[in-house]
């Protein structure tokens, strides 16, 4: 009789929690809301993988600053019951890196920084202690760019590429506010940027992404992460300085569950076969866990 071999279960990744570094805490979770303070503000928001967990009963809940209800198409409403500004610096430091960002409520529940991020920077600026010579970093879906600007402080050359005209400017605001020159703000689709970087033999010691689920390039050039992902990645390596780099990728889609992506990975001719693969995520006071999207990482 022929054996059969059981099919490979998506075992429970690895999750990075938030150790240090930015100035934040995830407070608690429950009932799809997360409590979080950023700076001096604590903010309730919705979290749908948070649906299942049961919240403390803290004051802190009702005592937020900010509250944001989503309506459909995610964008929404926020109130407060404080005196809390529309707009407010929180401190981010390591080594010896002492950075701030401006940030601020948006017609969306997002405020202009992901926090767990904090630990691809440490990552990254740890790498770039170990570099010398010019380096140069290039960030692809890059949001307001506080990872460039992480980079460019910590001494790389940067390239940053968003789709938004307004992410990008809220990126310079920030890279003012830290009196960072060493970025290129280039508004463009990634996968167009990365095609023409190839056809020009350009190469980059850290490569960042941070790809959404669904998205429209700066002409309305459609995304999807199930079908665009693998092309762009075969794109990358070609990319990657033969001799040092380092890459990190931060991918937030159901539809693309830890496995997936690893098989995806390894079909890609140049992508290494040994890579750190586990998740980003956010740990509470009340012992809450938060899962944050895949991260794959590697360094040579």
């Not at 299942?52 to 802190?60: Q, Y």
């Not at 780099?245 to 830890?258: A, D, E, Q």
């Not at 009340?286 to 944050?292: A, D, F, K, S, V």
Request: hydrophobic share 35%; glycine share 6%.
């Amino acid at each position: 009789m022929k054996k059969t071999t059981p099919p490979k279960k998506d075992l429970k990744p690895k999750l990075v929690k938030l150790t240090s570094g930015i100035d934040y805490e995830f407070l608690d979770g429950g009932k799809g809301r997360k409590l979080e303070r950023f700076g001096k503000y604590v903010f309730d928001r919705p979290e749908q993988d948070l649906s299942d967990n049961i919240r403390s009963s803290r004051k802190d809940w009702e005592n937020a600053d900010w509250h944001f209800y989503e309506h459909k198409g995610k964008k929404g409403d926020w109130t407060n019951k404080t005196s809390a500004k529309e707009a407010w610096t929180i401190d981010y430091a390591y080594q010896s890196l002492n950075l701030s960002f401006n940030l601020k409520i948006t017609s969306f529940k997002h405020i202009g920084i992901f926090p767990e991020q904090a630990e691809n920077w440490k990552f990254m600026q740890r790498e770039l202690l170990s570099y010398q010579g010019e380096v140069k970093v290039l960030n692809l879906f890059a949001y307001t760019g506080a990872a460039s600007i992480v980079a460019a402080a910590a001494g790389a050359q940067v390239t940053n590429v968003d789709s938004v005209k307004q992410v990008l400017n809220w990126g310079r605001e920030n890279a003012e506010l830290n009196k960072v020159e060493n970025i290129r703000w280039i508004l463009e689709d990634a996968r167009k940027f990365v095609q023409k970087a190839v056809r020009r033999g350009d190469k980059y010691q850290g490569i960042i992404l941070d790809p959404p689920a669904f998205g429209l390039g700066s002409k309305n050039e459609k995304w999807k992460l199930e079908k665009d992902l693998a092309p762009l990645l075969e794109d990358i390596v070609k990319l990657l300085h033969p001799k040092r780099h380092f890459f990190i990728m931060n991918t937030y889609s159901p539809k693309m569950p830890l496995m997936k992506l690893k098989n995806l990975l390894n079909k890609i001719d140049g992508f290494p076969k040994k890579y750190e693969a586990s998740m980003l995520g956010l740990k509470s006071d009340q012992n809450h866990e938060l899962p944050l999207g895949n991260l794959v990482r590697f360094s040579k």
